[in-house]
């Protein structure tokens, strides 16, 4: 099985996918509201601080333990030890129970790309997107459609599936982006909206925002889903990594702060709230798109963006899973695929609901859409990501000099992967929970 493994076809496929895979909703849904709520610059200067730092050292640890192996989760975890073959089947289980909520999400950005021809029609935008997400039939279909199209995607393979749709998709993603934040840098007022992001205010620093940081950088760069171990086992194996880190962290950084230029000096050219939460890119946006002349261009072309960043992301959850299947019960790949479509959809119909027809339905005190990201947010991922951290420092005893040449640097990533990496995983469960 192993000699038929997929490999990437050049350096640049793969640094291309991994970007893919860290830029999606994290960086224009989730970090900009994340950076509303969290007081503005003072958010994104911890934030770079702890991407660049602390989130280097798992994001090369994931990449480099799947190249070392060649196998998929479970596969890589059992060859370090046949005892570790449960820690790694979390992994795919983790990015399944993303895909379940996160594609919910990408239905929901079909539909408003479906509408936003009709956007000037609209009254009320917060009751319109409640009113949508509470319906019992479309939404789900949505989502449904939303999967399939990543589900399609995947079955195709890493060349023709993954990398191409990921050449197409990036840099179209960047060319949308590099439109949008010159459409809003030309709104009245705008600089308004840079100051609030790149003026930090050193008094609003709390545990409570560093915290939120680093749960964000975590999730942006999809560490600890089983989707970058996938991607680091189809690296060849004379290929530095480290290189790659770094452009991937340089990348993921940059699109953040753009959707950030993008999106805070139109909310503050039109005097709204930037701290509205999960709502700013649904209910917030189309209000300022009805407002400017050209509106639905605009508001078409941001959710093809939103779409295109959903779709790279989604079949990097996705590769984790479909490459288990695959390598665990030698089946195909469409079989596989088939499989993951009817699982993801058991558990993403429920939670679709769970705006409406299943609101009263209750985990934990929380709704279904809320259990599933509060559980794969702040218990799984920190999780798997302390696992694979404590068995990479302390049981196979990775040294960074293996990795990195530069004898101080590589010092740090020793001590980083012991102590420092473990120890804010568990503050961020612990501050989870
Ligand atoms: N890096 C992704 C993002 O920022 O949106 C994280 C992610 C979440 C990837 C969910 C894939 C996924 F299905």
Known sequence: MEENRPSWTSRYAFIITAIGSAVGLGNIWRFPYIMGQNGGAIFLAVYILLISTICFIPLLNELYIGKLTKKECVGAYESINKNFRFLGALNPITGILIASFYFIVGGWIINYILKSVFYSNISDYGEYFSNFIEQPVYPVLLTLLFLFICIFVTARGIKNGIEATNKILMPLLAIILAFLVIVSLRLPNANIGLEY??????????????????????FTLSIGMGALLTYGSYIKDDKNIVKSVYTIILSDTTFAILAGIMIFPAVFSFNLEPNSGAGLVFVTLPKIFSQI???????????????CAAITSGISVLEGPCATITERFKISRIKACTLLFILISIIA?????????LKG???????IFDFLDFLTSNVMLPLNTLFLCLISGWYIKLKGNTLIKNKAFAFCFDIGLKFIVPIALILLMIFGL
């Open 349 to 357: 119909i429920p939670a679709t609901l769970s705006f409406g027809m």
């Open 293 to 307: 002349s050209g509106g639905n261009i605009v508001a078409l072309l941001f959710f093809i963006l939103l779409l």
């Open 197 to 218: 992001m790149f003026k930090p205010d050193f008094t609003k620093i709390n545990t409570h925002m560093v915290l939120a940081a680093l749960g964000q950088a975590f």
């Open 361 to 367: 339905c209750l985990i934990f005190n929380k709704s």
